[in-house]
């Protein structure tokens, strides 16, 4: 029941196999295996685009599956750490800003324990 989900990019209509994630607390693009569903800081993008991804100045990017193609059975462990990072880079009310994934401020990310539960 999951709708082919397109390259975000205009004018290029292929089949999206990356989600881009922008995490603007840390100005880090995050590229990791596609989303289970849309969400507003999430863009979608083809093999090509994905591999011609180039972030903006003084943003970092941190691929999660430098190679789509490659993925297999066992990127589980990427699929949770992209569920943490579109997480962190969602918006949260005053009070509730401890997400899954706590991101530092020198441009790394770290894995904390999910409180999600
Ligand atoms: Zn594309």
């Known amino acids: 029941m999951s709708p ?9 209509g292929r089949p999206a196999v990356a989600t881009l994630t922008y995490v603007y ?7 990791g295996p596609l989303a ?3 969400e ?4 979608d993008l083809c093999a090509a685009h994905s591999q ?20 297999g059975p066992s990127s589980d462990d990427l699929e949770a750490l992209a569920d943490a990072v579109r997480e962190a880079a969602r918006p949260a009310p005053p009070g509730e800003g401890d997400a899954a994934l706590e991101v530092g401020r020198r441009g790394h990310l770290r894995m904390v324990p999910s409180a999600d539960a």
């Open 4 to 12: 082919v989900r397109r390259c975000s990019r205009s004018a290029c």
């Open 25 to 31: 607390a840390d100005s880090t693009a995050v590229l």
């Open 36 to 38: 289970t569903y849309a």
């Open 40 to 43: 507003p800081h999430c863009y």
């Open 52 to 71: 011609r991804l180039t972030a903006p100045r003084g943003w970092e990017v941190l691929r999660l599956a430098p190679d789509p193609a490659t993925l």
